[in-house]
């Protein structure tokens, strides 16, 4: 049986991508750090669709809860589908934060992705058609150093690509700008239909 994973299912966009997973006929492994956020997008999901849900607390500027977190996927689970959202975008001048809050910030937003792939792509290759979809959100400008360590990050993801182009698996990568309500939902079901071949459709896809 196989899953799909969303990391920052917490979030507006990770849920609007979990629910449409779910409207897909997908089971799901939802990964963020607000288990009370969670819980209840578990009981909404599990109300709405026949689909086995599991949820696990994750702190992405932490590297030991995030290879704890992976390797309980790996142990449990079989994943075909990784979407690896991130946040970027710094709101205030980089020597206005303080050196835990700035780190915290860049391993989150920048460096944990690579981290997620990296711990579950032994699962991912065990699938002949395995996608990964990652997900940039930036719902501001970006200052130059940032644009750059974006553009960074989607390169490296398109030489893995090719480096992994004969093992089946195929990774995507998107920038998310700001949405809401039913345009964030139907932004979430484009891209799962873009990059997912043979999702089922549902009527209730986007509501």
Not at 188 to 194: K, P, T
Request: glycine letters at 4%; one cysteine or more; a negative charge.
């Amino acid at each position: 049986m196989n899953f799909s994973a969303v990391r920052g299912a917490d979030t507006p966009w990770g849920k609007a991508f979990a629910k449409a997973l779910a409207a897909g006929n997908r089971h799901l492994i939802l990964i963020g750090a607000n288990e009370a956020a969670l819980e209840a997008l578990v009981r909404e999901i599990v109300q709405k669709h026949r689909v086995l849900v599991y949820y696990l607390v994750a702190d992405d500027a932490d590297t030991g809860s995030i290879i704890n977190a992976c390797e309980k996927i790996n142990d449990r689970f079989e994943v075909d589908l990784l979407i690896n959202y991130a946040e970027t975008g710094f709101h205030r001048r980089l020597e206005d934060y303080d050196i835990r809050s700035l780190d915290r910030k860049l391993k989150t937003n920048h460096a944990s992705g690579i981290l997620y792939l990296h711990q579950l792509l032994p699962n991912l290759l065990l699938h002949a058609h395995a996608r990964v979809i990652d997900l940039w959100h930036c719902p501001h400008p970006l200052p130059a150093w940032e644009q750059a360590l974006l553009a960074f990050n989607m390169h490296f993801a398109e030489h893995l690509n090719l480096e992994l182009n004969d093992s089946g698996l195929v990774i995507n990568s998107f920038a998310l700008t700001a949405f809401s309500g039913s345009e964030l939902a139907e932004k979430a079901v484009v891209i799962l239909e873009s990059a997912v071949p043979g999702l089922e459709k549902s009527e209730e896809i986007v509501k």
